[in-house]
């Protein structure tokens, strides 16, 4: 049974920075496509961000966050992270990674997920 726990999240001004970090167990980490998802105050869960199995070689991201955060991946520690820089108070919510066997599965918001970790970002 896969486990994904999340870390990371905290209380960061506007313009600051945040890394978000999830340690997978139970599952052959590099071979399974990961995502970041975010569930905003009062509202549902959206995609943040995708990589793909393996190498990490293609990666997708929101339009809201694109240029500002960076998802990335160590096969050898089975973490995927992602960077979140030039933070604005809208990028308040609940931080989730996702891991499944494909990036279309992901994307849906299929597989396995994480209890998830806060970032509040003040003005």
């Known amino acids: ?4 726990v999340e870390s990371g999240g905290g209380l960061v001004q506007a313009g600051g920075s945040l890394r978000l970090a999830c340690a997978a167990s139970g599952s052959i ?12 105050p009062g509202k549902q869960r959206e995609l943040v961000a995708v990589i793909s199995s393996g190498s990490g ?3 997708s991201y929101a339009d809201s966050v694109k240029g500002r955060f960076t998802i990335s ?13 030039s933070l604005k108070p809208e990028d ?3 931080y989730y990674c996702n891991l499944d066997r494909t990036l279309a599965r992901v994307l849906q918001g299929f597989g396995s997920w994480g209890q998830g970790t806060q970032v509040t970002v003040s003005s």
Do not use: C, E, H
């Open 1 to 4: 049974q896969v486990q994904l």
């Open 29 to 40: 980490f590099s071979v399974n496509a990961m995502g970041w998802f975010r569930q905003p």
């Open 57 to 59: 070689s293609s990666t």
């Open 73 to 85: 991946r160590d096969n050898a520690k089975n973490t995927v992270y992602l960077q979140l820089n």
């Open 92 to 94: 308040t919510g609940i």
